[in-house]
């Protein structure tokens, strides 16, 4: 059963970029797409992008020029930044594989 | 502003039946499968229903999913307090080439 382990920072000011990193255990890392989604207090889901094993990356149009989500098929993980983060950007950030299994969750806070 | 619409709540009483819907468009849920998300308070949304109506192994079978044109539907029967909770509709969206959900929807059992 595949497990998912997310890190970052959790306190950032505006204008700084957001880095949080997805570990894959137990589980193929192949022909999976590997998704990041982030749910703003007391707000529903949001879906930030995706990536698969070969690097195709599909973005949210809304966040599109602000996000970038890599991968590393050595360590079996996957990252995302979110540059210019503005108070808007306050969330708890998940990381799923193949839209099913979830990672914890990382509270994410923007403020000066 | 969600592209896949909810009604924000839901609530009926133990022991009956709920239905909850999904409304979308042609690019998305007419086109596209649909999987539903339970989030229970302070937790991590879970799979509940995928490919509009398959049951991920370990859920109960009182969850059930069904769709029709640009419309799909969660039920719940024989409900429970531990069913309280938020769901989420989710679909891939062929305009936006991205993956869209419903705002959620809260049951309440009474």
């Known amino acids: 059963q595949v497990q998912l382990q997310q890190w970052g920072a959790g306190l950032l000011k505006p204008s700084e970029t957001l880095s949080l990193t997805c570990a894959v255990y137990g589980g193929s890392f192949s022909g999976y797409y590997w998704s990041w989604i982030r749910q703003p207090p007391g707000k529903g889901l949001e879906w930030i992008g995706e990536i698969n094993h070969s690097g195709s990356t599909n973005y949210n149009p809304s966040l599109k020029s602000r996000v970038t989500i890599s991968v590393d098929t050595s360590k079996n993980q996957f990252s995302l930044k979110l540059s210019s983060v503005t108070a808007a950007d306050t969330a708890v950030y998940y990381c799923?594989?193949?839209?099913?299994?979830w990672g914890q969750g990382t509270t994410v806070t923007v403020s000066s | 502003q969600s592209v896949l619409t909810q009604p924000p709540s839901v609530s009926e009483a133990p022991r009956q039946r709920v239905t909850i819907s999904c409304s979308g468009s042609?690019?998305?849920?007419?086109?596209?499968?649909v999987n539903w998300y339970q989030q229970l308070p302070g937790k991590a949304p879970k799979l509940l229903i995928y490919?509009?109506?398959l049951l991920p192994s370990g859920v109960s079978d009182r969850f059930s999913g069904s769709k029709s044109g640009t419309s799909a539907s969660l039920a719940i029967s024989g409900l429970q307090s531990e069913d309280e909770a938020d769901y989420y509709c989710?679909?891939?969206?062929?305009?936006?080439?991205?993956?869209?959900f419903g705002g959620g929807t809260k049951l309440t059992v009474l």
């Open positions: 042609s690019s998305n849920i007419g086109n596209n499968a």
């Open positions: 989710a679909a891939w969206d062929d305009s936006l080439n991205g993956r869209v």
């Open positions: 799923l594989k193949e839209m099913d299994v």
């Open positions: 490919y509009d109506d």
